[in-house]
């Protein structure tokens, strides 16, 4: 009985041996499953750190970027408004040219009015002192040339006398034209 026993005893002990052995195989088994997955998990977590750095940098540039436009933008603003001014600067200053232009065109219309004034004076004049040598030293005309205080040549631009009407012709031309 107590032989059996024991025999069975040790029978149950191999058979608990194999059972452990066999669970110790699976736990093994189990293990290396673990381990290669926290191998696959960490070679993933690298590839996602890799993946991180990768859009951290893309992001930073994308930021230099984007203060780089805004610098270029503000500047370009500026540059407008600075426009803007001097396009309103140039717009005063065109205004005063044109009146400054107007100005000297009325003046020279006034000199060109006074110019043609003076041709017809001219003119008179020349047709008195004809008019004058025609009746050589008729008393009559030479009082009234003397009382007109109209005496030779007299330029009447400028006053300047002359003893005939040639040389006063020849002055008026260039004086009337300075
Ligand atoms: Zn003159």
């Given at each position: ?23 110790k195989?699976?736990l093994?088994?189990?293990?290396k499953?673990y ?5 696959g ?7 996602l ?16 970027e984007?203060e ?5 933008f503000?500047?370009?603003?500026n540059?407008?408004?600075?426009s803007t001014e ?5 717009r005063?200053q ?5 009146e ?30 004809k ?9 009559k005309?030479k009082q ?16 300047m ?18």
């Amino acid at each position: 009985m107590e032989r059996i026993s024991l025999h069975d005893e040790r029978r149950l002990l191999e058979q608990e041996k194999i059972d452990l052995n066999e669970e110790k195989m699976s736990l093994d088994h189990q293990s290396k499953l673990y381990d290669d997955c926290e191998r696959g998990l960490q070679n993933e977590k690298k590839v996602l750190q890799v993946r991180y750095e990768q859009l951290l940098s893309e992001t930073n540039s994308l930021r230099q970027e984007i203060e780089k436009k805004n610098a270029e933008f503000q500047k370009i603003t500026n540059q407008l408004l600075q426009s803007t001014e001097e396009m309103q600067l140039l717009r005063s200053q065109l205004l005063l040219y044109e009146e400054d232009f107007q100005h000297e065109k009325k003046l020279a219309e006034a000199l060109l009015e006074e110019k043609n004034k003076l041709n017809t004076e001219l003119l008179k004049q020349i047709e008195f002192n004809k008019q004058l040598q025609e009746s050589g030293s008729s008393g009559k005309l030479k009082q009234t040339s003397q009382h007109q205080n109209e005496p030779s040549a007299i330029c009447p631009k400028c006053e300047m006398a002359f003893q005939n009407l040639s040389d006063l012709m020849t002055h008026v031309d260039r004086c009337l034209d300075s």
